[in-house]
């Protein structure tokens, strides 16, 4: 069996490339995986969690940008219906 790698809050942040602040509030976010605690007052996190927590936040740009073109989308043909609809356009 593998072992787990474990990284402290110093360490997660070095790794991502964050500060420990930052670090704490994307965890509080849920965009982070929370930390283990081996003892009491040792946050530690799962090196192979936080890879996999960034290799997911890479594809949120483009599903976000997606998103919002599609709504632009529907936006525009709502507008383009209501103009098609509209006795005063004439």
Known sequence: MSEVELL???????????????????VAKGWLPRPVYPAARAPR???????????QSRARPSDN??????ARLAAARQAAAALENDPAAD
């Open 8 to 26: 402290t809050a110093k360490l997660a942040a070095a790794f991502l490339g964050i500060t420990e602040q930052a670090l704490y509030q994307n």
């Open 45 to 55: 996190w799962i090196k192979s969690e936080l890879i996999a927590a960034l290799e």
């Open 65 to 70: 940008l997606a998103r919002r073109r599609a």
